[in-house]
């Protein structure tokens, strides 16, 4: 069983930046796409940014041009940089990875959630 750790999360003042981290540890597994998402109170769930295996990347609307997702694979650890915050970036950050076991008879893949890290941007 793969888990999903994010660290990074905090309270900013708007203009400012964060980092947040998100490691997957476990054995005998690939990841495959690796995603950023987040959820403000009252509000569904969206996309903020993810990257395949390949490093093609995809952003959300409202954070093009200010937030960069990134991976480093011999860590197995997906990073998104956060520039330019605004409070309406205020939420909990979720990260999300499709990972691939290979030890069994047949390939078997789940699509994982980590516990989320809450970022909230001042005015």
């Known amino acids: 069983q793969v888990h999903l750790v994010e660290s990074g999360g905090g309270l900013v003042q708007a203009g400012e930046s964060l980092r947040l981290s998100c490691a997957a540890s476990?054995?005998?597994?690939?990841?495959?796409?690796m995603a950023w998402y987040r959820q403000a109170p009252g509000k569904q769930r969206e996309l903020v940014a993810k990257?395949?295996?390949?490093?093609?990347?995809n952003y959300g609307d409202s954070v093009k041009g200010r937030f960069a997702i990134s991976r480093d694979n011999a860590k197995n650890t997906v990073y998104l940089q956060m520039n330019s915050l605004k409070p309406e970036d205020t939420a909990a950050y979720y990260c999300?990875?499709?990972?691939?076991?290979?030890?069994?008879?047949?390939?078997?893949?789940?699509?994982?959630w980590g516990q989320g890290t809450q970022v909230t941007v001042s005015s």
């Open positions: 990257i395949s295996s390949g490093t093609s990347t």
């Open positions: 476990g054995s005998a597994f690939r990841i495959s796409a």
């Open positions: 999300n990875a499709d990972i691939t076991y290979y030890t069994g008879p047949v390939y078997r893949t789940e699509n994982t």
